[in-house]
């Protein structure tokens, strides 16, 4: 196993999962890591672990640089089971290792894995000497779970915020500027952003202002890439997702179809978009998962979507794409509802209804074609496309 030193005495020691492609539900192209961190110091500390069945890696990295029985603290910052699925069985090797974690990750841990292990509970703004460095803790609940926290080393100048800044890659490069593709990082961590964090915005902005005031030279977050080198570029985009700001001048349309008349709109739709100079991505949920829809929803300031009616409904693929975008609350959008009906015709205001729950801006009520539309009705869609690209710039005159 080939060693990875970020600082000296600071080592990742995490698993690769070269062939996961779902996450639950999440469509992990790209496959993913599991960061584990290591640091060698008076005490032998671990900060996190990996999914159950990298355990064999991580102990094969840390056994390349210590004795893995010699670990004294195992630092959970996050419940959830990629990161802390490998605890009991690395307690097993040292068993006189303490796991500091928060109030809500002891509760947590103890409710996933029926073990009374040898706690030692932090709160926000705590700090534990390990000799020549001191660990701080810091809380940051809700990016993404209660129990969430960040663990930093000040001496190092390191950041190891958990989920917060992850992607899901699984690359042979460990750091931002061995990848060296910017738009690859910056389009996983928004699809990262988009499909788990988003609808901590505040809590998110809570904690960079937080971690703002911490000098940093490295992120390690556990999924991904470590950033060294294009962190000012992680944060000026994390604070526009946080914040719900999107550019101006661009829409999504999100549609499926029966026959081809939702499609023949939603392409009507997109004509007066673009001859307004709106920039336009068209997804048919038939083609694209919604979690690849996702990441485009920070970069779109209108989101249009459409479907037909189907036994007084509209189609599942959009009833589960808005089960999933509501959950998800992405705020600041500008939409509007269509699709054709042959009878009834329910499945625009369902859409509707969703929207309005959400607080999008609904500059114009939905619109419904009974069967196939002829040009006069498609003209008159493309128009709605004119007028609705009105809105979806700052200065709306
Ligand atoms: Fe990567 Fe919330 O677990």
Same mark, same amino acid.
């Given at each position: &196993? +080939? ?7 600071? @080592? ?30 008076? !005490? ?20 390349? $640089? ?11 910052? /996050?419940?959830? =089971?990629?990161?802390?699925?490998? $605890?009991?069985? =690395? ?5 006189? *290792? %303490?796991?500091?974690?928060?109030? &809500? ?6 409710? /996933? ?18 000799? %020549? ?38 690359? *042979?490069?460990?750091?931002?500027? +061995? ?6 990082? !910056? ?5 990262? @952003? ?35 080198? &294009?962190?000012?570029?992680?944060? +000026? ?6 914040? /719900? ?7 999504? $349309? ?8 939702? !499609? ?17 991505? =068209? ?42 975008? %509501? ?9 509007? *509802?269509?699709?054709? @009906? ?9 859409? +509707? ?10 500059? &114009?009520?939905? /619109? %419904? ?29």
């Amino acid at each position: &196993m +080939e060693k990875v030193e970020l600082k000296p005495g600071i @080592y990742w020691v995490g698993g690769i999962d070269w062939n996961l492609r779902t996450f639950h539900g999440y469509l992990t192209q790209r496959g993913t890591t599991y960061n584990a961190y290591l640091i060698v110091d008076d !005490k032998i500390t671990l900060v996190d672990t990996v999914k159950h069945y990298l355990f064999d890696e991580m102990l094969a990295r840390i056994s390349e $640089i210590v004795d893995p029985s010699k670990i004294d603290i195992i630092v959970s910052n /996050h419940v959830e =089971m990629d990161h802390s699925g490998s $605890i009991g069985k =690395m307690l097993e090797i040292a068993p006189n *290792a %303490k796991v500091v974690t928060s109030v &809500m990750g002891e509760k947590g841990l103890k409710r /996933h894995y029926k073990q009374d292990w040898d706690f030692m509970v932090v709160k926000s703004g705590d700090t534990l000497n390990i000799g %020549k460095r001191t660990l701080h803790f810091v809380h940051v609940p809700m990016v993404h779970w209660p129990d969430s926290m960040v663990t930093y080393i000040p001496e190092d100048k390191v950041l190891l915020p958990n989920d917060a800044f992850g992607q899901h890659i699984a690359s *042979a490069e460990r750091f931002d500027d +061995e990848i060296n593709c910017w738009a690859v990082l !910056k389009e996983e961590a928004a699809k990262y @952003y988009a499909n788990i964090v988003l609808p901590y915005g505040d809590q998110v902005m809570g904690a960079i202002k937080v971690l703002g005031d911490l000098d940093i030279e490295i992120i390690g977050p556990s999924h991904g890439v470590m950033w060294r080198s &294009m962190i000012p570029e992680l944060l +000026e985009e994390y604070v526009k997702w946080a914040t /719900h700001t999107t550019p101006e001048g661009r829409a999504m $349309i999100v549609y499926d179809t029966m026959w081809g008349s939702t !499609k023949k709109m939603a392409e009507a739709l997109r004509e007066g978009l673009v001859e307004e100079g709106v920039t336009v991505e =068209m997804r048919n949920l038939e083609f694209t998962d919604i979690s690849d829809i996702m990441t485009l929803v920070p970069f779109s300031r209108g989101i249009f979507l459409a479907s037909p009616t189907i036994n007084n409904g509209m189609l599942p693929s959009m009833g589960g794409f808005l089960t999933y975008i %509501k959950g998800l609350r992405p705020k600041n959008k500008v939409g509007f *509802a269509f699709g054709s @009906y042959g009878w009834g015709g329910q499945s625009v205001g369902e859409i +509707e209804k969703v929207m309005e729950g959400l607080k999008w801006e609904l500059p &114009m009520p939905s /619109h %419904k074609i009974n069967w196939v539309p002829d040009q006069e009705e498609l003209d008159q869609v493309k128009q709605m496309g004119k007028d609705l690209a009105k809105h979806l710039y700052d200065n709306k005159e």
